[in-house]
């Protein structure tokens, strides 16, 4: 995986039609998805459960763009190895799900992946100073992680702009989730994000048979989004 700075879009498939993920995934991808967003629910850490390892070896054939994997859970070590084994590309750990992150991003990294650290939106980002040199991704959380369609929430914006700031060359991506739409991408991606996920947004309307819908739902977030980039120029 290269690194470049520029937006991707990484629809989550929390909004996808759970019966047919592979034909799903193949579409959001034709459409222009430079990223497949995997959103890991334990019901414990967050109030709400979805997939596990087995779900992501099942869908990683269909995938040949990135699948970032957002661990939700705690522990997330115990499971680190089957999540790697599984396929993920990326492998993103909250900050709040456990004492020890720093050994939670070096398992990570040992297992192959890149590694992500997330940020539920009541944490600050001090710890995160102390981390930098063991992290791929920051993935500041927009919503309170557990469920799709919630609102975005603004407090977040100065957070990804001091993100920004203190990562500053670093190869360091700044992911946002929640609430992600043509109207709050482009405050995130002035601010300073570069991944953007988004499920609601991206699947709203559309359907296999429908796959053009994704298609223009991905673009409305990725010209919102680089026209604020630009703006700044
Ligand atoms: O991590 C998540 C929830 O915990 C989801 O990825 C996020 O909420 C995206 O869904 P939407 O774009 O519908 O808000």
């Known amino acids: 995986m290269r690194f470049d700075r520029s937006i991707k879009i ?9 019966a047919g993920f592979g034909a799903e995934i193949r579409a959001i991808e034709a459409q222009g998805a430079d990223w497949v967003h995997v959103d890991v629910m334990d019901g414990h850490f967050v109030p709400n459960l979805t997939f ?3 779900l992501c070896a099942a869908i990683r054939p ?4 990135v699948m970032d994997v957002h661990l939700m859970i705690a522990p997330v070590d115990p499971y680190i190895d089957a999540f790697a084994q599984a396929g993920a590309d990326i492998l993103t750990a909250h900050l709040e799900a456990g004492p020890h992150i720093h050994r939670t991003l ?9 590694a992500g650290l997330a940020l539920n939106p009541g944490t600050g980002i001090d710890a995160v100073e102390h ?6 991704l920051i993935c500041v959380m927009t919503v309170n992680p557990g469920f799709g369609g919630q609102k975005f929430i603004h407090s977040q914006i100065d957070k990804v702009r001091s993100l920004r700031a203190m990562i500053g060359d670093r190869p360091i991506h700044i992911e946002i989730d929640g609430g992600i739409t043509p109207e709050t991408a482009p405050l995130m991606a002035a601010a300073g994000a570069d991944v953007l996920v ?17 298609g223009e739902n991905i673009r409305a977030i990725r010209a919102a989004a680089e026209a604020a980039t630009a703006a700044l120029a």
């Open 52 to 54: 596990g390892p087995p």
């Open 131 to 136: 981390l930098l040199d063991m992290v791929d």
């Open 62 to 65: 269909h995938i040949r763009t």
């Open 10 to 18: 990484a629809p989550s498939i929390l909004s996808a039609d759970f």
């Open 198 to 214: 988004a499920g609601s947004a991206v699947f709203k309307g559309g359907s296999v048979d429908k796959p053009e819908v994704y």
């Open 106 to 114: 070096q398992a990570i990294r040992g297992a192959g992946c890149k």
